[in-house]
């Protein structure tokens, strides 16, 4: 996901036709700012399931290699680095509160937060 940098808007992907040739461009849906996409952009694929928890986001291994999340200090227990990736994600139901998870920087060892 990137952010136009003029305004901050969430850049929305966009195929513009130039004659026999396509472009991929990421386009400001606010301020209308436009610049040429990377070859390698992240694909996220959706897969439904017919349960209580909605759908699951499959993410290739070459989209995992992407350094994208924010980093927060913390210090790994594996191999003592100070510096992780972190997201939170909804385990359990809704009335239960997120599960904070962190990336090693150095040894991409993934562990949670100890609550």
């Known amino acids: 996901m990137e952010f136009c940098s003029k305004c901050g808007t969430r850049l929305a992907p966009l195929k513009k ?3 026999a040739k396509v472009a991929l461009l990421l386009s400001c849906l606010k301020c209308g700012y436009e ?18 928890q909605g759908c699951i986001a499959v993410i290739g291994k070459a989209e995992q290699k992407l350094r ?11 191999c003592r ?5 972190a997201w939170t994600v909804q385990i359990r ?11 090693c920087t150095r040894c991409n060892y993934t562990f949670r937060e100890n609550s």
């Open 35 to 52: 610049r040429r996409a990377i070859r390698s952009m992240t694909t996220v694929s959706r897969i439904m399931h017919h349960s209580s």
């Open 17 to 19: 036709r130039n004659g």
């Open 93 to 103: 139901g809704l009335e239960e509160s997120s599960t904070q998870f962190f990336r």
């Open 68 to 78: 994208t999340l924010p980093t927060i200090r913390i210090e790994c227990p594996k």
């Open 81 to 85: 680095n100070k510096l992780a990736y």
